[in-house]
């Protein structure tokens, strides 16, 4: 084909073939336009196959164009001129998968393509070699002074040393790249970017590499007296970072936002993922993934960062001067935080704090910060930290602040790991931890959580900021009376067929912040008295046999019981005497004396609260008329009691000739002073266990064990743990 005319076919052309546009005019209009901007190495006319109609081929003028120094090839309808199609010229390029020696990190396999092609940057015509990689990481160029060279081909220029600068920086480019796409699931936004090797007019003269977001470029420095070839996955790391805050919030990045503690967030930010990315390369080492710029600073610590402990690398300024002096600020407001004109605001100086607090959320860590604040914080992993920190980002916005920063990872998340999830908690923590004050969402719904007669009622949202909506609902048994978008709410609570109802209900707010989130409150509450308990220890199943004259514990539970209502329990046992526990959930009781024959023993249980009793929870048995196994029974012995944190429970037989011994299995529960089960262990051996009371509320508990020597029936020993803060 040229020029519009088949000049040679090596088959016969199928009769149905249609060639639309052969006897047309051609309409140069975007032609034209083309020439403009871009340089037209060929044109001519041809045509091609419609991509819906198999055998409709349309005339086009096929032009081939350099781009910022790539060579594309552009299809144009010659009937209206509009542009059908625009790729590059893929028959240039050599396509493979090859492993090289990296600068910092060894052998390492990268995905390239190169290309032979005009020069980018200058106005001659002149073909030079060129790294090219639209594989994720975007387009690697390498300047006329740092070409990518094979071995063979140009010695005189020190042609490995240049592979490996070249390769190092395209190499982490593209982990960085795979990092946000596999480890952080990122949705899919414009990945690409340009990385050059400097060239004295294009990098400043005491930078070690910078992002252009104009130009959508990487510039790593050369070597330089204070810096080795910043091509390193940290450096090449934060610059990519700068490209995603870019991408993905809503103003922080625009260039007037950079200065103080806007700017420092952009750094700190851009810190934060290039850990994450060396994490993800190299595993953890602390001196390298908690560092920056390990590989590349030669000699002057203040151009280093360290999240472990800011104090140690990085420089921050005293006053007015803008002489640079050593350690960054761990601490809001706190030992080395800046606020002058230096640095812009300290850009590169408060982004300590922000390091910080990933350190922390990711690694955890206690201890006072420097304003006499404790702190204790559980770290949930580097990728999770990270994840949060780019969750965070559409809610960043023109000159947010750290508090704005605060506010935007704990929503992160939240909607990530769910409200009051334990990684939002320390996300929170985190921040009191480096003193960075938030005014996070603490609303909370406030009303009658028991109700024992049916009338109106009505329900708050307290500590509620400036919100779009407000939804409430209610659940069953409660009617909606009042209206909707006020932080108040009234309900009714009706009778049904003339009989209240009782049970749980509740009243949920959906909330509509101005950031966009939103969240749901929810107050749960129970109309009338309690149900009856749903479960009796010891009593399995009714008709079980009971040894005269013995003692016996009984723990009576309800699943419906809420631990912000007062309840108070009411036994009564035949063929029995109760010796304590009455008003509890726990009973000792001692059985009849059966002489004879059996006797019929039965334990019932019921719960009240301030609007009456519930049902009895009954089971039944019998006290037989000699008791089998006299050994004696063992008793619990716990120390320290009372205990802070972690005390020791050992149970201590009575009898040398029936000790608790390896071979005996036993069971414990805990149940808290609102008598729900705390804890329980299964299956123990041996005479003592470890129970951690670290987080426990103040109180005290009921332990109950439960215990079978072979020949015996089971046996429930109990004693209790008194908990201190």
């Known amino acids: 084909m040229k020029d519009g005319q ?101 052998f390492q396999t990268a995905y390239f393509k190169t290309e032979k092609t005009h020069n980018i940057f200058g106005s001659s015509n002149t073909w030079w070699n060129y790294l090219y990689g639209q594989v994720g990481a975007g387009t690697l160029y390498a300047g006329d002074l740092n070409m990518w060279y094979k071995e063979d081909d140009s010695p005189s220029q020190n042609s490995h040393f240049m592979t490996k600068i070249v390769g190092s920086a395209y190499w982490a480019g593209q982990r960085a790249y795979l990092y946000f796409k596999n480890i952080l699931s990122a949705p899919n936004i414009n990945w690409s970017v340009v990385l050059r090797a400097n060239t004295d007019y294009d990098l400043p003269s005491d930078e070690v590499a910078l992002y252009n977001p104009t130009s959508n470029r990487i510039i790593y420095s050369r070597d330089k007296p204070f810096c080795r070839d910043a091509a390193s996955v940290d450096i090449i790391g934060h610059e990519y970072g700068h490209h995603i805050s870019d991408q993905y919030t809503n103003g922080l990045s625009d260039p007037s936002s950079y200065h103080d503690e806007s700017g420092a967030l952009l750094e700190g930010i851009s810190d934060i993922f290039a850990r994450a990315i060396q ?72 982004n300590g704090v922000i390091n910080h607090w990933m350190y922390l959320l990711s690694m955890g860590g206690s201890g006072n910060n420097d304003h006499g604040t404790y702190y204790n914080v559980n770290g949930i992993g580097i990728d999770k930290g990270a994840k949060i920190v780019f969750n965070a980002l559409p809610f960043l916005l023109f000159e947010s602040q750290f508090s704005d920063f605060r506010n935007a990872t704990i929503i992160a998340a939240e909607n990530i790991y769910g409200l009051g999830s334990n990684e939002s908690k320390q996300v929170a923590n985190a921040w009191n931890a480096v003193g960075v004050p938030g005014n996070e969402i603490t609303a909370t719904i406030t009303g009658p959580t028991l109700i024992c007669e049916p009338g109106t009622y009505t329900y708050n949202i307290n500590n509620l900021p400036a919100v779009d909506s407000i939804i409430w609902e209610k659940g069953v048994g409660l009617v909606l009376v009042s209206g909707q978008n006020t932080s108040s709410c009234t309900f009714n609570v009706l009778s049904h067929n003339g009989f209240f109802l009782h049970g749980s209900t509740h009243v949920t707010a959906t909330i509509v912040y101005k950031s966009g989130h939103s969240i749901e409150l929810r107050h749960d509450l129970w109309m009338g008295f309690p149900s009856a308990p749903d479960w009796m220890r010891y009593f399995n199943s009714n008709g079980m046999e009971f040894g005269s004259n013995q003692y016996y514990s009984f723990v009576a539970t309800s699943s419906t019981a809420f631990e912000n209502i007062s309840y108070d329990w009411d036994w009564e046992v035949s063929g029995g005497t109760i010796l304590n526990g009455q008003g509890t959930n726990s009973l000792t009781v001692k059985t009849a004396t059966a002489t004879d024959t059996k006797i019929p023993f039965t334990v019932k249980v019921r719960i009240g609260n301030l609007c009456g009793w519930g049902s009895y929870f009954t089971r039944t048995g019998y006290v037989l008329p000699v008791f089998l196994h006299p050994e004696s029974i063992p008793t619990i012995a716990i120390s320290p009691n009372p205990t802070v944190g972690e005390t020791t429970l050992s149970i201590e037989s009575v009898s040398e000739e029936k000790s608790f011994d390896e071979a005996i299995v036993w069971d414990m529960e805990i149940y808290g002073t609102n008598q729900l089960l705390k804890t329980k262990k299964t299956s123990l051996r041996g005479k003592s266990t470890k129970i951690y009371t670290s987080g426990w509320q103040e109180g005290v508990y009921i332990v109950r064990v439960t215990y079978k020597i072979q020949g015996s029936p089971e046996k429930v020993i109990t004693g209790k743990i008194v908990v201190k803060r």
């Open 6 to 106: 088949i000049k040679h076919c090596s088959s016969r052309i199928p009769e149905d073939i249609i060639f639309y546009g052969k006897d047309n005019k051609v309409n140069t209009k975007n032609i034209k336009e083309i020439a403009k901007s871009d340089s037209i190495l060929s044109s001519d006319l041809t045509y091609i196959q419609d991509s819906l109609i198999k055998n409709l081929f349309i005339l086009v003028q096929e032009v081939a164009i350099i781009r910022d120094g790539l060579e594309y090839v552009i299809h144009i309808d010659a009937e209206n001129g509009d542009l059908l199609h625009e790729v590059l010229n893929s028959k240039r390029f050599t396509i493979s998968t090859d492993t090289f020696e990296t600068l910092y990190n060894g």
């Open 279 to 350: 994490y993800n390369v190299e595993g953890y080492n602390e001196h390298r993934i908690e560092t920056m710029g390990e590989d590349v600073i030669k000699n002057d610590p203040k151009l280093m960062r360290s999240f472990r402990d800011p104090n140690s690398l990085g420089f921050h300024f005293e006053g007015s001067s803008s002489t640079p002096l050593n350690g960054q600020p761990d601490t809001y407001e706190g030992l080395y935080f800046f606020r002058g004109y230096a640095n812009n605001g300290g850009v590169h100086v408060n």
